[in-house]
């Protein structure tokens, strides 16, 4: 992980380089770039479901509706919307 530099001041006044880590970025749903809840800076994998810690709850929630239609043949691969077509 990348480090970031610090000025920081000594109790004698003097200036001292510090470096520090770089905190990971909160994982974001792949579809509408919200941050998902439930899931540690880097590592965790997040929620016990399916497309956990890839997909908020309401964009795993609309895969889910769409998928089940496509297995019953009640829509065509066609009606399925360009984004979601990688999670049938
Ligand atoms: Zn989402």
């Not at 579809?31 to 929620?47: A, D, E, F, Q, T």
């Not at 890839?54 to 360009?82: H, M, Q, W, Y």
Request: charged share 40%.
């Amino acid at each position: 992980m990348a480090r970031v530099r610090k000025v920081r001041k000594t109790p004698t006044g003097k200036k001292k380089i510090v470096f520090k880590r770089k905190q990971h970025r909160k994982s974001h749903c792949s579809l509408c770039k919200k941050v998902i809840h439930g899931v540690k800076r880097g590592g965790s994998k997040g929620p016990n479901r399916k497309y956990g810690g890839e997909l908020c709850s309401a964009c795993s929630r609309k895969v889910l509706k769409i998928k089940a239609k496509f297995k019953n043949k009640t829509i065509e691969k066609g009606d399925i919307p360009i984004s979601l077509r990688k999670y049938m």
